[in-house]
């Protein structure tokens, strides 16, 4: 993607991590280590970090902290999750487990922030947890060599965050709506919002109107997902999912997901510029 803005006359810069960004008369200006660059409209796409000087606000469910590592699992655990994602619920908190690129699994997971310090508070005891959430977890994991030195972590996530206007620069992916991670649609979130602004900008709409639709396409497909995660992290709802009919959890999944295109996003950009 970021070759092919390149043909399409982008200037990439890689590696430079932006300081600042604040109102130069009638621009913007972003601060630079190597200086500034200075731009009419700006988009703000900083995933799960915020820039300074522009926090978001806190989500509906934002007490998870979530952690990421990377496995070799035994042979017969690589066999029987071959194809598949695993999701496993345990006390205040989930996780999904599914074989990744070069022959490795990724386990990502969330647990509430109480849950985390009765564990010990770090990475040992949590993960000790959602090994233990199910007889199959166990299993797989038995045998799993880490592949990181030390998981990633990322701690305050807005879960259910949901942007309705802007006070100037376009926001973009997590930093315009935050869907819980067990959707897996985050991803998708994302790209339709950078294709959305896209289209938006060489239409000549200002930010908040774009601001607005985008919200309008995540809203209830995040209000919902926000809903069952804060429900899925209780012990008893959990025990309750168990003997809910996998039609049930397909049409609830389905409710979470990106619903077809809004009809100024579905030409392709190169035509919408033409
Ligand atoms: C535990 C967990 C599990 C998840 N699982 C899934 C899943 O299975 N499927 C799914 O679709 N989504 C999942 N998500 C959500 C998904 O990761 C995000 O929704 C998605 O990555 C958001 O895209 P983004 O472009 O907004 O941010 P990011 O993907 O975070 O990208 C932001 C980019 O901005 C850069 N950046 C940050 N600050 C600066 C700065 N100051 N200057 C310059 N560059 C900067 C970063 O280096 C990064 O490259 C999960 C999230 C979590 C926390």
Known sequence: MLRRAETNGARVLRGASARGLARDGERWRVSLPAGAVTAREVALATGKHDLRGHPRPSGPQGDLVGFK???RLGADAR??????????????????LEPIEDDRANLCFVISQAALAASGGGWAGAFDRVRACSARFEALLADATPLFERPLAISRIPYGLVRRTTEGPWLIGDQAAVIPSFAGEGVTFALHGAALAARAMLAGKPAAAFQAELARDVGSQIRLATALSRMIVHAPVQRLAQLVAPAVVRWLAGATRLKAPSPSSAAPVSAARG
């Open 69 to 71: 590592m990377h496995f």
């Open 79 to 96: 066999g029987a999750l071959s194809g598949r994602v695993e999701i496993g619920l345990f006390p205040r908190g989930y996780g999904g």
